[in-house]
């Protein structure tokens, strides 16, 4: 008798297993069915604002925009206008550096030259 159960409870669960395999095999058309209908219900749920609600807080976004983008302009002006200043500067700057370097290498050359001269010439 024991063994009766065991095999009936075996065979129950082998039965139970196909009707799940055939029960998962669904038809996909009826599932997306199903989903716009549990989306519908939910829709229908949901408590919408009022339309003076709607335009408010649409003006606020639109003035905190607006406030938001002539801040980040002012912000970017100014960090250009500073990157503009030290830039000149450092043109100025590196100008005056290769202009003295110039000099003094000119200068260096005509010395040495002069010297070589008046060495030549002592020499003869």
Do not use: H
């Not at 038809?27 to 219900?41: E, T």
């Not at 749920?45 to 406030?67: D, F, G, M």
């Amino acid at each position: 008798m024991a063994e009766e159960k065991k095999t009936s409870k075996k065979a129950e669960k082998a039965e139970k297993s196909k009707d799940t395999k055939k029960k998962s095999k669904k038809n996909p058309f009826k599932s997306i069915a199903s989903f716009f209908k549990s989306v519908k219900s939910e829709g229908k749920k949901v408590v919408w604002a009022k339309p003076k609600e709607v335009l408010r807080n649409t003006i606020i976004v639109i003035i905190v925009c607006t406030i938001v983008g002539v801040a980040i302009y002012g912000v970017d002006t100014v960090l250009s206008l500073g990157m503009k200043g030290i830039k000149s500067l450092a043109d100025k700057e590196s100008t005056s550096v290769s202009q003295d370097v110039d000099t003094t290498a000119d200068g260096d050359t005509t010395q040495e030259d002069t010297t070589a001269e008046n060495t030549t010439e002592a020499a003869e």
